[in-house]
């Protein structure tokens, strides 16, 4: 069985410019969830969808990011702007339904400069 | 909503000694309980879970956790630990609707 897929695995940007990461869940999984990872702290959820709607998005910082998960499965989280706080690693995940047995993508390290 | 504290940011251990890295927890429903691990450059793996049942959990790679109701604790434990268990872990607590996880304990092993 693949796992979960993302895309780029690494990005360096300036700070002001735009990113998009890509995440392909595993087969059949109607969860899927973005996390943003800082160095040193522990993942914090941005955004989770239930197929292609919107769970819960409380902690997405609305103003500069932005995701989407279009047919209910592959997902794409951008960022316009990005600020230098911004540089973390972003991991997706997805789940067969309730939050359990989440199942991780390597993830994207992001780099402003 | 639940919250996950693990009391050790970095646990250094010589190879072959036992490890006990902790984790306690806060929620006001019944929660599930995981641990990931994450070596270096790859995205969290599963490492074992409390859903029900027997309170002591086991992983395949000798770990195992035991939930704690009254103490509200889900600590991480091996006997023996080897160089390849060198790696960040992380407590996550799971409630009807979201998932959160402690800020992580790297742990160390020397030879």
């Known amino acids: 069985e693949a796992g979960v897929a993302q895309s780029p695995r690494y990005k360096i940007i300036e700070k002001r410019q735009s990113v998009a990461f890509w995440c392909n869940p595993i087969s059949g999984h109607a969860t899927l969830y973005w996390y943003q990872q800082i160095l040193g702290q522990g993942p914090k959820l941005l955004i989770q969808?239930?197929?292609?709607?919107?769970?819960?998005d409380s902690q997405l910082p609305k103003d500069r990011f932005s995701a989407e998960r279009l047919k209910g499965v592959d997902s794409t989280l951008k960022i316009q702007p990005a600020k230098l706080e911004d540089s973390a690693v972003y991991l997706c995940?997805?789940?067969?339904?309730?939050?359990?047995?989440?199942?991780f993508g390597p993830g994207t390290r992001l780099t402003v400069t | 909503a639940q919250s996950v504290t693990q009391l050790d940011s970095q646990v250094p251990v010589f190879e072959e000694a036992p490890v006990e890295l902790r984790c306690n927890y806060s929620s006001s429903v019944s929660v599930y309980l995981f641990w990931y691990v994450q070596y270096p450059n790859q995205g969290l793996q599963l490492l074992l879970k409390y859903l029900s049942g027997s309170t002591l959990v086991e992983s395949i790679n000798g770990f195992e956790a035991e939930f704690n109701k009254s103490q509200t604790s889900f600590h991480l434990r091996k006997p023996s630990v080897h160089i390849s268990d060198t790696a960040e872990y992380f407590c996550a607590v799971s409630g009807p609707n979201d998932m959160r996880f402690g800020a992580g304990t790297r742990l160390t092993v020397k030879p």
């Open positions: 995940a997805s789940s067969q339904g309730q939050p359990l047995e989440q199942y």
């Open positions: 969808f239930q197929n292609n709607g919107v769970v819960d």
